[in-house]
């Protein structure tokens, strides 16, 4: 068991630009969610899957974000026509049905928009 | 909608000494869960407590133990014989009927040598 592990750490891009993140959830987790966290603020929720159905999105995701979990393994997030605004830490965390409420974290994908 | 309120937004002690960070919470639910968790400058989120609803028993992790206050809707995080690695950023965090955590602001807590 390696933890939840995200990719790329950082990401550096020009506003305009389209960003794709992957999350890889602990192996035998089931279902996987994504947060934003912007500076000095908690996370905020943005979509939840459980196994490769997405269940749940925030009015926050707007149209310009899209999540993934084909297969219901790993996952990615892509925002498309990034905004300065969008510039945030994404966090991924993954959860199983023994103990659905606990999630476990990634170490979170930072983007600067510029 | 639930939230969730941390009303310090810094706290600071001395090494080895006792702090307690404050989180209260609103819900029209019954049976429902709440965490703590660390985050340490620029690392990852990692989960420090959590406590049912259900038990009245209050949930203890080693030198963490939190005073659940379900009347009340409270919810502190006791940190005994603090150390230099408890500084971070601390979230209380409550877990809804959609599956979501719901976040407090942090409460940043420094540990003084």
């Known amino acids: 068991d390696t933890g939840v592990s995200q990719d790329p750490r950082h990401k550096i891009t020009k506003r305009g630009q389209n960003v794709t993140f992957r999350c890889d959830p602990i192996?035998?987790?089931?279902?996987l969610y994504w947060y934003r966290q912007t500076l000095g603020q908690g996370p905020e929720f943005l979509t939840y899957?459980?196994?490769?159905?997405?269940?749940?999105k925030s009015r926050l995701l707007s149209d310009r974000f899209s999540a993934e979990r084909p297969k219901g393994s790993f996952s990615t997030l892509e925002i498309q026509r990034t905004e300065q605004g969008d510039s945030a830490m994404y966090l991924c965390a993954s959860s199983f049905d023994g103990a659905k409420e606990t999630q476990y974290f990634g170490p979170g994908t930072r983007l600067l928009v510029l | 909608a639930q939230t969730v309120t941390q009303s310090q937004p810094e706290m600071s002690v001395q090494e080895a000494e006792t702090v307690t960070l404050s989180c209260t919470y609103d819900?029209?639910?019954?049976?429902?869960?709440l965490f703590w968790y660390k985050q340490p400058p620029s690392r990852q989120m990692i989960l420090v407590i959590r406590q049912e609803a259900y038990k009245q028993q209050n949930a203890t992790e080693n030198r963490f133990s939190v005073n659940f206050q379900k009347a009340a809707k409270s919810f502190s995080l006791k940190i005994s014989d603090s150390q230099l690695g408890d500084a971070a950023m601390y979230f209380c965090a409550y877990f809804d009927s959609n599956y979501q955590l719901i976040w407090g602001a942090g409460t940043k807590l420094i540990i003084k040598p």
């Open positions: 899957f459980q196994n490769e159905a997405q269940l749940e």
């Open positions: 192996s035998e987790h089931n279902r």
């Open positions: 819900t029209s639910e019954s049976d429902y869960y």
